[in-house]
T-cell receptor, first 114, second 114 residues
Framework: AQSVTQLGSHVSVSEGALVLLRCNYS??????LFWYVQYPNQGLQLLLK??????LVKGINGFEAEFKKSETSFHLTKPSAHMSDAAEYFC????????????FGQGTELSVKP | DADVTQTPRNRITKTGKRIMLECSQT?????MYWYRQDPGLGLRLIYY???????NKGEISDGYSVSRQAQAKFSLSLESAIPNQTALYFC?????????????FGDGTRLSIL
């Protein structure tokens, strides 16, 4: 069985500040991990993914995430927030070759203050 | 044109009505999924299909049915709509060569049941 927990349903940062969105997972098989972003009235867009190999993965729009197996975490970071980063962010896990089904966290809404 | 198209984008209907949400894709993917999104709950899988002759229940399939009319089309039906099925519904696709994901999402259908 797999599950995802995102710590904090709302995160607010100032423009230019560090963005840190937390995600912890549980999985009985080696996980594939994803971060998606959802802008208002739009579907989900893939930010980045971890499957195998390098544990620090870089995505679009300056975001990156690090897979830490010992901590069962996959936190999303960005060094300097922009106003355009305001959106909802979802962490998701799949069981690798177990058919592509995604289990999502509950989402974190990011607000960016001027 | 969008790669994954959902119709309608918005629908308001009454309790007891039968509703069909449609999804079509031009990505050539063999795998298709239906999710619902509720505030604070993230996305939950309703049904998924790995090819035209394959239909599988997700974690919340009760009250829903699906039809895979062709590789590019996957429709979701609510047989007798009830108010707690009010939600944002997403269709997604993925390629068999990426079994762990990621998935490509449509822009969603906002369904309100009165």
């Amino acid at each position: 069985a797999q599950s995802v927990t995102q710590l904090g349903s709302h995160v607010s940062v100032s423009e230019g500040a560090l963005v840190l969105l937390r995600c912890n997972y549980s999985s009985s098989v080696p996980p594939y991990l994803f971060w998606y972003v959802q802008y208002p009235n739009q579907g989900l867009q893939l930010l980045l993914k971890y499957t195998t190999g390098a544990t620090l993965v870089k995505g679009i729009n300056g975001f990156e995430a690090e897979f830490k197996k010992s901590e069962t975490s996959f936190h999303l970071t960005k060094p300097s927030a922009h106003m355009s980063d305001a959106a909802e962010y979802f962490c998701a896990v799949s069981g690798g070759n177990q058919g592509g089904k995604l289990i999502f966290g509950q989402g974190t809404e990011l607000s960016v203050k001027p | 044109d969008a790669d994954v198209t959902q119709t309608p984008r918005n629908r308001i209907t009454k309790t007891g009505k039968r509703i069909m949400l449609e999804c079509s894709q031009t990505k050539g993917h063999d795998r298709m999924y239906w999710y619902r999104q509720d505030p604070g709950l993230g996305l939950r899988l309703i049904y998924y299909s790995f090819d035209v002759k394959d239909i599988n229940k997700g974690e919340i399939s009760d009250g829903y049915s699906v039809s895979r009319q062709a590789q590019a089309k996957f429709s979701l039906s609510l047989e007798s709509a009830i108010p707690n099925q009010t939600a944002l519904y997403f269709c997604a696709t993925s390629h068999q060569d990426s079994p762990g994901g990621p998935q490509h999402f449509g822009d969603g259908t906002r369904l309100s049941i009165l």
